[in-house]
């Protein structure tokens, strides 16, 4: 028993992370995700604003760790019209959200105090765009006549990417990718992450959307690129706050913003891609 306890926490030590309940999690997210979207499409709807929500707490308690005060009910009012309107009104319902949502919170900030104003008004817009917004094409991919399948192809680009760029790099990884922003990330781990996104997407748009595996595979290569870049990008927001996880709420994830940062970058381009293919019939 204590070889088996040294070996998990050498595991564990070299992760940089406990393994265990990271995968119990992840396979919690899974049941919920499917289970949801394919018996009752309105309680995925559901999930997906309630993970934007806390996800936008999560920033905000960020946002006032390093000294911006941006109250939370009017970001959480301003980001469930954009849901709401993901989901009932399509693209041009969220667009539309987005171009009346924000300039009203950055009218609200203005009254509530000039102070700080372009810092905590610049704050928030990115907030209302990082998450709610983005979030949304996760809820234009799901409402859809085979809206469990786009979900699967976005799950599994994500996952692809994450999961083997993380074992490539725990392996082989010697070269950083951006040792400024995220120093765990390396060259050998986004080879992995292209390998088997590329074959994972090729296969799940083959037998899941009928459609060309040469295309799946492609919008794998792309989806490396997002789902990356959002990373980053979260990466980049911690490191500027001074924070190492966004939250705690995910045993060995963190917070939400820490398990969506790389769907919020792929759910559009994704969205995007289909949207070609269906007006091209490729």
Known sequence: MDDLHSINEAINNRAGRKLLPSILVSLSIMALVFGSIYYLPIAFGVLIWV??????????????SSGIEIPELPVFIAAS?????????????LSVAMAIAVPNLLVFLLFKSPKDFLKRASAAAFAIF????????????A??????ARILALVVLVSCNDTFAYIFGLLFGRHKLAPHVSPKKTWEG?????????????????????SHWWLGAGIGLMAVVTATCGDLIESAVKRDLAIKDMGSILPGHGGILDRIDSVLFTAPAVWFVLEVIKHFHL
């Open 51 to 64: 993970a934007v929500l806390l996800a936008l707490r999560e920033l905000l308690r960020a946002y006032r």
């Open 81 to 93: 019209a954009l849901i709401i309107s993901a989901w009932y009104g399509r693209v041009s319902g």
């Open 130 to 141: 990082y998450i709610p917004f983005l979030g949304g094409f996760i809820l234009l991919l």
């Open 143 to 148: 409402h859809h006549d085979d809206g469990g």
């Open 190 to 210: 986004i080879i992995g992450a292209f390998l088997a996104t590329t074959i994972g997407s090729a296969l799940t748009f083959h037998y899941a959307l009928h």
